[in-house]
Each structure stands twice: as C-alpha cells, then as structure tokens.
C-alpha cells in the first residue's frame, strides 16, 4: 500500500514538473522599452509580479524598430513560447499573422479589440472614463481656468484619452479652457521628451497651468518642463506622481498590469480563452492615482468631486463620450457632471438651464 501511495505521489508530482517545464510565457515590449514609466512598465509589473510569485521566467524582447515586431514574436515562438503577450495596438497586425500561423500556441495583446482568433485574447480600455476623473481634478486645480493636453502619436485612441478629459474639466468648470496639441504622426512621437517639452512649455506660455499627457515617453519631457515652471502636470497609465513630487497633480491609471498578469495566471493554469475583455472603472481597469506624493496637491473636495464623478459614471449617470463611437468630440457636453454637494443657487441655475433647453427643443418641434 505504501509502495502505491509513494508511486502515485511520484506520478504527480512528474507531471506536475511536466507542467511547469511546458509552460514558457514570453512577453514583446512595443517602442519605449519596458521602463518608460508609463504603458509598457505597466505591463512589466504585471509582468514581474507573475514571475515574483511563481518563480517562472518569462522571455522578453523590447523593440526598437517597427519590423523587429512580428520577427521577434516569430522568435519567441521557434524558443517554445506557449503563450506571448504582445503589448500595445501598432502589434496587432503582427500578433495576427503570428497567431493564425501558430493555432497550438496562445497570445495576448493589449490595446486591441478588433482581431478575431480563437487562440488570441485581447484587451481594451474605457481610457475616456479615466481622462474624464482627472478632467475634474484638473479644472478644481487650475488657477487660471486653462489647462492643456498633450498627446502622442495623433491616432483615435489618443483622441479618446482627450476627448474624456475635455469633457471632465468642461462639465466641471464650463468656462475652462482646455489647449490640447499632438506630438506627431508617426511612431517616434511616443519617444521624443524634448519635443513634449516644447509642446508643454507653449501651452504654459498660452496660461495652462494644469497639463495632462498621454505620450508614451514623451510624457517625461512635459513633466518635467511643468515641474521646472512650478505648475502642474499629470501623468498617464502607470503611477507617474513619483517623477516630479509636488508638480503630478495625479495620474490616470490604465491597470496593463492587470491584463498582463491576467493573461500569464490564466495559461499557467491551462485556464487560456481567446476572446475580448474591456475594462473600465466599473472593472477597476481605470482609474486616478492618490497617494504621498500628490496628498498636499489633492484636497478634500476634489476628491469628493472625482469620486463622486467616479460613482455617477459606473451607475450610468454621467455618460462619458467614447470617440471611438463616431471619431468626433462634440463641443458641448449635455450631461453635467454631478456634485457631491450643490448651493440653493446653484440648484436654482440648473433649473433654469433645463428649462431653458426645453424651450429651445419645443421651440424646433415647432
């Protein structure tokens, strides 16, 4: 009886060795490298977090060059990967192409929502919803109603990013002036600090005092440019209040984290879907960033505004502007944003805005 016991406990445990020795996780970094401070070290701690609590090492390549992305997934695959995690939307085409030649291996990407195969599974964010929170912290910050925006490379999914925030700062403060201004039109826009430097350093000159950034690596020039001035920026998909103490105002959390550790747990426990998932605030995919190095910039009010912005948007209430719905970002936003508390005067005002409108509506039926 003994010898069958030891032998069954044998057994599994060489196949659970098995196991482990099949599973091999790679991971390709996009353009910036893993330690951008911003969306690929995102997906790096997820990263680092699996590997940190498994034990098990993940393969990795940072590219450098547009044609280093499908040959080094290629690569990882010929190395044995089991599942490769690609990071950012300029990787779809060649994690497609990847994927259907390679139907017994799982991938991963984030920023991607519209491939179809069965062994692929994809990640998207509210990234509006996000914008829209530090949209609000934003305009109760300035001093000088304007604040600025500074993007990218000049593509519908950084438009979603202002779009959010443009709606945030105007339903919190109608008479703000919001700058906004792209880096570029080609990759190389995520990579260039000085240029963000420029871009932010113009903005503070047009009287922006509050400057959020969703730039890659170009982010850094404009926190810095901001930091030099005394003003404030605020930063985007990782926790940035750390590089400039005293001048983040906050950081707009997009959790890549999340969907990198996601993805690796689940194929190490041979739980892989294909599939999309689309996280939100109401998944804890987005979010704003408090912590000791913005708590003297955040008051107590501002956090009750963006948290209440916060729970109006996952309850419906506030319904934040998608661009990816029509590639516009309207002028005016009809939904107000709600308060977490309202003067007799202010009550009184928005009444007569409603019926104001009702007017102006019954009056085109006419």
Known sequence: MLKTLIGAATAALLASTAMAAEFKPAVVFDMGGKFDKSFNEGV????KKFMDETGTEVMEFEVTNEAQREQAMRRMVRRGA???????????????????????????????????????????????????????????????????????????????????????????????????AMTGATPSAWN????????????????????????????LGVIRAVADKDKLAIGVDS???????????????????VAAYETLKMASEGNF???????GLKENGVDWALDDNNKDLVTEEMIAEVNAARAAIIAGDIVVHNYDTDGECPSEFTQRAMASSMSAEDIASEIEA????????????E
């Open 44 to 47: 790096w701690n997820g990263v």
């Open 82 to 180: 089991t599942v490769v995690l690609g990071v950012g939307f300029a990787q779809a085409d060649a994690i497609d192409a990847v994927a259907a030649d390679n139907p017994d291996v799982n991938f991963a990407i984030v920023d991607v929502s519209w491939l179809d195969r069965p062994n692929l599974r994809q990640y998207a964010f509210k990234e509006h919803e996000g914008s829209y929170l530090v949209g609000v912290a934003a305009a109760m910050a300035s001093e000088t109603d304007t604040v600025g925006f500074v993007g990218g490379m000049d593509i519908p999914l950084i438009r979603k990013f202002a779009c959010g925030y443009v709606q945030g700062v105007k339903e919190t403060n109608p008479d703000a002036t919001v700058i906004e």
């Open 192 to 219: 260039d600090p000085g240029k963000g430097s420029e871009i932010a350093q113009s903005q503070m000159d047009r009287g922006a005092d509050v400057i959020y950034h969703a730039a890659g690596g170009t982010g």
């Open 239 to 257: 926790n940035q209040n750390g590089i400039a103490p005293g001048n983040v105002l906050t950081s707009m959390l997009k959790r890549v984290d």
């Open 273 to 279: 879907k294909g599939g999309v998932d689309v996280l």
């Open 354 to 365: 409603i019926r104001a409108r009702l007017d102006e509506l019954e009056g085109m039926l």
